[in-house]
């Protein structure tokens, strides 16, 4: 099997979140979803589904050659594939019970494709198809695309559209023209600025919980959290992904101290509309400055919040080892003081999804972390009919610290709202 070429830049940084991990920890770059199936569908059915689905996108035929970690290459994607589907038989036992096991599996990337599926049924019915898969075979979007392909491909065999569709290679391969390179440059300058001029400011650690120790989970469900999102957004004329995440970097500001914040921003990197739908990884963290991170009229940081995101967002496609060959030349730099992510799901869910029911009165739960990869203090917003849900992972500020900054960002929410 030859070597296609290059990582993409998305690709790329999946790599380095995972390539010094022990092999007991490369599970963490999995995700598994839960996709409900049509009444009546049957086992052939499915099957044929899947395979048309994987057949047209490239990424889910790809293996990787690894053996130069520090020169990662992708291979040609083979043109067979096993198609062979695990049946569950779940007995009753909630579907959502049955994603644990296959999720905390690692994917040998060098030997094998970077997803598996397995179609769960009740007393023989087919119920839902789990699809779990390696964050470098597909982010967030490029799943909601398989999604809506499969669901496609279900009642319609050309639903799936014709093969194959642009992969990672032909992403890559324009990446690195001279345009590509230009914009990786662009990146790289806008790093170097923003290091300039942040302070080196971190959250405090929790006494007790060290450098090092162990991260914390914690998942805020509001109804009213979403709804004031909105009032506050339409009156600063943003989107509320900017006003929410103003209100989460001010309660951080407020505990670190500071008017100017260094964020980690999840670029999505799909406002190309060639690209915007392939099936590959594309997210990639990217710096902001945030300053006067701790006004108290929200509308008027969601409005600063918003202009530095979006510049931010225009050199979120960066190469990451690049990035890092700047930091080892500035020892000292600053480090982000916390990473927010925001992700609208589709109004309209299917049945026994997952979704939860709307939340009115807003509550905190606590987890244990399937993954501690990536930033120190991470906060990742679903926005959805239910409401929103905030899920801060954080590494050694502890539960009490982690709780305090979800409540002040939903205290200051609520207030702006109501002043609108």
């Not at 994917?107 to 019915?125: I, K, P, V």
């Not at 190309?272 to 108290?296: C, F, H, Y």
């Not at 982690?402 to 205290?411: P, Q, S, V």
Request: proline content about 8%; hydrophobic content about 40%; some cysteine.
């Amino acid at each position: 099997m030859s070597v296609a070429g290059p990582l993409s830049l998305g690709q790329l940084s999946v790599w380095h979140d995972i390539r010094d991990l022990p092999g007991t920890r490369w599970h963490e770059a999995n995700n598994a979803a839960l996709w409900a199936l049509p009444h009546g569908v049957g086992t052939e059915e499915v099957r044929t589904a899947l395979r048309a689905v994987v057949a047209r996108h490239p990424s889910l035929r790809t293996r990787y050659d690894l053996q130069d970690p520090g020169s990662p290459g992708q291979l040609t994607p083979d043109d067979d594939f096993s198609d062979s589907l695990l049946v569950v038989e779940t007995g009753g036992t909630p579907p959502g019970d049955f994603v644990t096991g296959p999720a905390s599996l690692r994917f040998r990337l060098g030997d094998e494709h970077g997803w598996r599926a397995a179609l769960l049924t009740r007393a023989g019915t087919a119920s839902h198809l789990l699809f779990v898969k390696h964050h470098i075979a597909a982010d967030a979007w490029a799943e909601e695309v398989l999604h809506q392909e499969f669901t496609g491909a279900l009642t319609d065999p050309s639903g799936a559209g014709p093969a194959p569709a642009p992969g990672p290679a032909q992403l890559a391969a324009d990446q690195f023209t001279p345009a590509g390179l230009r914009r990786q440059s662009a990146a790289l300058d806008h790093w170097d600025r923003l290091l300039d001029r942040a302070p080196p400011v971190a959250l405090p650690a929790t006494a007790g919980a060290g450098a090092g120790a162990g991260a914390v989970q914690a998942t805020l469900r509001s109804g009213p959290a979403r709804a004031a999102a909105r009032t506050v957004a339409a009156a600063a004329e943003v989107s509320p992904s900017s006003v929410v995440l103003a209100a989460y970097a001010r309660s951080v500001a407020r505990i670190c101290g500071t008017d100017a914040l260094l964020v980690q921003l999840m670029s999505a990197n799909r406002f190309s509309a060639r690209w915007k739908n392939v099936v590959t990884s594309m997210n990639q963290w990217v710096p902001a400055l945030i300053e006067g991170a701790r006004e108290d009229d929200l509308r008027k940081l969601a409005s600063a919040t918003h202009w530095s995101s979006l510049g931010a967002f225009r050199h979120g496609a960066h190469d990451v080892t690049a990035v890092a060959a700047l930091l080892a030349g500035r020892p000292g730099a600053p480090e982000p003081a916390c990473a927010f992510n925001y992700v609208t799901l589709p109004e309209r869910q299917p049945p026994d999804s997952g979704e939860p029911a709307p939340v009115d009165e807003p509550a905190i739960t606590w987890e244990e972390p399937f993954t501690s990869i990536g930033p120190r203090c991470y906060a990742r917003v679903q926005e959805s009919a239910s409401g929103l849900s905030v899920r801060l992972t954080a590494k050694d500020i502890g539960r009490e610290q982690c709780a305090e900054l979800l409540w002040d960002m939903h205290h200051t929410l609520l207030s702006a709202a109501g002043e609108c």
